[in-house]
């Protein structure tokens, strides 16, 4: 069965750094694209960053450029999202989302989230 798993969400300070995980069972990563999405209280779901499966290009949206650094580590089935400097406007459900096609809003599979709050 194929699953994504959220992990390293939590409470941080504004300015502060978080690890987000994305680990994956039933399928081998390095062959997807993945993506990571977030959902704040009251807004549309938005794309943060994705890392397309061909030749590892990375992309972002223009609110974290600079800030968030994703990364994949095929020996642990593993991607990550690196977020540093962080504002309390990224505080929201953040998720990761597989595809074996590209990068894109309609991701094929997805995790069910971890919630990261940027506040003091």
């Known amino acids: 069965q194929l699953q994504l798993v959220e992990s390293g969400g939590g409470l941080v300070q504004p300015g502060g750094s978080l690890r987000l995980s994305c680990a994956a069972s039933?399928?081998?990563?390095?062959?997807?694209?993945i993506g990571w999405f977030r959902q704040a209280p009251g807004k549309e779901r938005e794309g943060v960053s994705c890392?397309?499966?061909?030749?590892?290009?990375?992309y972002y949206a223009d609110s974290v450029k600079g800030r968030f650094t994703i990364s994949r580590d095929n020996a642990k089935n593993t991607v990550y999202l690196q977020m540093n400097s962080l504002k309390p406007e990224d505080t929201a459900v953040y998720y990761c989302?597989?595809?074996?096609?590209?990068?894109?809003?309609?991701?094929?599979?997805w995790g069910k989230g971890t919630l990261v709050t940027v506040s003091s």
């Open positions: 989302a597989a595809d074996p096609g590209v990068c894109s809003n309609g991701m094929d599979y």
């Open positions: 039933g399928f081998t990563l390095d062959y997807y694209a």
């Open positions: 890392i397309s499966s061909s030749d590892g290009s990375t």
